[in-house]
């Protein structure tokens, strides 16, 4: 089991940066691929970006593809969310989330993943 807890949301400005992290408790972080989703007011909970296991796979929604980075460092149990040129769109409740199987065809499925975090609020001000 893992336990996972998000940091670094907060008020940024349209065109701004920010970066969430994503840190695990356990000594099996290494065996989940670990995504990021985000769910603004009224609205589903949708897929944002996933890393594999060692790192050396990413997938990003079309969305954020070319703003947004994931990264992970499986040596502080923690994985990153780089955001870059925000927009008000953006704003929501943004989730890490522990999947214990390879990344397959449904890593953008929420119900893929066994294991989620509180949410860290992002909001983006225009």
């Known amino acids: 089991q893992v336990q996972l807890e998000e940091s670094g949301g907060g008020l940024v400005q349209a065109g701004g940066s920010l970066r969430l992290s994503c840190a695990a408790s356990g000594r099996t972080f290494s065996s989940y691929a670990m995504g990021w989703f985000r769910q603004a007011p009224g609205k589903e909970r949708e897929f944002v970006a996933v890393i594999s296991r060692g790192g050396g796979t990413t997938y990003y929604a079309d969305s954020v593809k070319g703003r947004f980075t994931i990264s992970r460092d499986n040596a502080k149990n923690t994985v990153y969310l780089q955001m870059s040129s925000l927009k008000a769109e953006d704003a929501a409740v943004y989730y890490c989330?522990?999947?214990?199987?390879?990344?397959?065809?449904?890593?953008?499925?929420?119900?893929?993943?066994?294991?989620w975090g509180q949410g860290t609020q992002v909001t983006v001000s225009s």
């Open positions: 989330a522990a999947d214990s199987s390879l990344i397959g065809s449904t890593y953008y499925w929420a119900r893929t993943y066994d294991y």
